[in-house]
């Protein structure tokens, strides 16, 4: 069983920082690609930025120049560095990984809990 818990959330004024972390579990033995994905009130869940194990990196056009992923293959972590927040940034952030390898099975598509981020203006 893979699991994802997401840390780092919570409130920040406009123009502040906050960092997102991501840890997965359960005896893995690589992810292809990890990644942020938020979901505003009344609104659907969209992509903010994905990195693959070989580092490559995309990013949604409404966080590039802001936000920075990263991730720690050996430790099964992914990062999100959020700088100069808006308050249109306010959302719960999910955390994915995808295409992993474990000991005894492969998954696809696993989902964190999510964390909370509230941009005050």
């Known amino acids: 069983q893979v699991q994802l818990v997401e840390s780092g959330g919570g409130l920040v004024q406009a123009g502040g920082s906050l960092r997102l972390s991501c840890a997965a579990s359960?005896?893995?033995?690589?992810?292809?690609?990890m990644g942020w994905y938020r979901q505003a009130p009344g609104k659907q869940r969209e992509l903010v930025a994905t990195?693959?194990?070989?580092?490559?990196?995309n990013y949604a056009d409404s966080v590039k120049g802001r936000f920075t992923i990263s991730r720690d293959n050996a430790k099964n972590t992914v990062y999100l560095q959020m700088n100069s927040l808006k308050p249109e940034d306010t959302a719960v952030y999910y955390c994915?990984?995808?295409?992993?390898?474990?000991?005894?099975?492969?998954?696809?598509?696993?989902w964190g809990q999510g964390t909370l981020v509230t941009v005050s203006s």
């Open positions: 994915n990984a995808d295409r992993i390898a474990t000991m005894k099975d492969r998954y696809l598509d696993v």
């Open positions: 359960g005896s893995i033995f690589s992810i292809h690609t």
């Open positions: 990195i693959t194990s070989g580092g490559s990196t």
